[in-house]
């Protein structure tokens, strides 16, 4: 298992949730998902500058069984092959499985996995500590631990803390509602774990000391998050602002139009893959392609030729 400073090292730029593509029957189809990430790592992605999500939300592994996920996690470590960290996602609501992929990720040397308390049923502090020490006690892989708000539970400062002292925490996925209390949690763990932020505030988490921000675009236009990541770590804080406001602007209010019309992340990355000529596959149900109208796919392609290329 890595230390909390390794992964405080390795951690850095952005952490790109990758997109797992199915095919036309709805199977996982794993050689595009290769041709993904590797084209991903010959555009310039490394350690230093990124770091993968694999099988995480933006991944859809709510829609992929347990087989799946593994073998998708395994796909991304084997082409990967140590030139980028990697963490995973093991979120169930069968604690067995996420054991599984634990060690699954264990045996593969996985940096970590992304693991939040239980959900379906609402948080209880005691329920989440009782959650994450039955796993730490059955795996050795480290822990980024993750406080899914919009979709869980939010968890309080205060069982962050008792969390990160379990021997697996490493890291901090990190995000709040209250800017109040993202700015709080950001202060109190930098520097006693890695800290990815998973908020659009990317300039506040570099100034508060996070080194590591979440980004669906390397999956199509990973020259625009390095970038940004240049910018921040130059301490050039008005222009990657002025960079962000640019792109984020419309490239959000896009997005916020399929969002409204059915759930899901991957769904909105996909047609801008396909706008720069990759297969990110098809959607599998509750997502609905068919929410990308044609108009908003018109919309992903000026934002990819007038806002963000030449690169």
């Known amino acids: 298992m890595l230390t909390r400073n390794e992964a405080i090292a390795r951690w850095q730029g952005v952490l790109a949730p ?20 590797a084209w991903l790592i010959d555009r310039g992605a490394r350690l230093g500058n990124t770091v993968f999500l694999a099988a995480g939300s933006g991944g859809d592994f709510p829609m992929m069984s347990q087989d799946e996920r593994a073998r998708v996690i395994a796909t ?10 990697i963490i995973a996602g093991v979120q169930s609501l069968d604690v067995r499985e996420t054991i599984a992929l634990c060690r699954h990720c264990e045996e593969i040397g996985i940096d970590a996995v992304q693991i939040a308390g239980p959900f379906y049923y609402d948080g209880r502090p005691d329920d989440v500590i009782a959650w994450m020490a039955e796993i730490a006690g059955q795996t050795g892989v480290g822990f980024a631990v993750y406080n899914n708000w919009y979709t869980g539970y939010d968890m309080p400062l205060d069982l962050v803390e008792r969390l990160v002292e379990l021997p697996n925490a490493i890291g901090v996925k990190w995000a709040s509602p209250s800017v109040e209390t993202f700015q709080e ?9 890695a800290v990815v932020n998973n908020t659009f505030t990317t300039v506040l988490g570099h100034l508060l000391g996070a080194r590591c921000f979440v ?29 962000l406001d640019r792109v ?12 409204r019309a059915t759930a899901g ?47």
């Open 18 to 37: 990758l997109v797992t593509p199915f095919a036309e029957d709805g199977a996982v189809d794993f050689a595009a998902l290769r041709d993904n990430v």
């Open 76 to 85: 991304i470590a084997e082409v990967t092959a140590g030139r980028v960290p």
């Open 185 to 193: 949690g950001i202060r109190r763990f930098v520097g006693r774990v």
């Open 215 to 243: 980004s669906h675009w390397p999956n199509f236009c990973p020259e625009f998050p390095w970038r940004i990541w240049q910018l921040l770590e130059a301490g050039q804080y008005q222009d990657a602002q002025r960079e």
């Open 248 to 259: 984020m602007v419309p490239y959000q209010a896009l997005v916020a139009k399929i969002a």
């Open 265 to 311: 992340e991957a769904v909105f990355v996909r047609p801008l893959m396909a706008t720069v000529g990759l297969n990110g596959g098809r959607s599998r149900l509750p997502s609905r392609d068919a929410a990308v109208t044609p108009e908003i796919r018109a919309g992903f392609e000026r934002l990819i030729s007038e806002v963000v290329a030449p690169v």
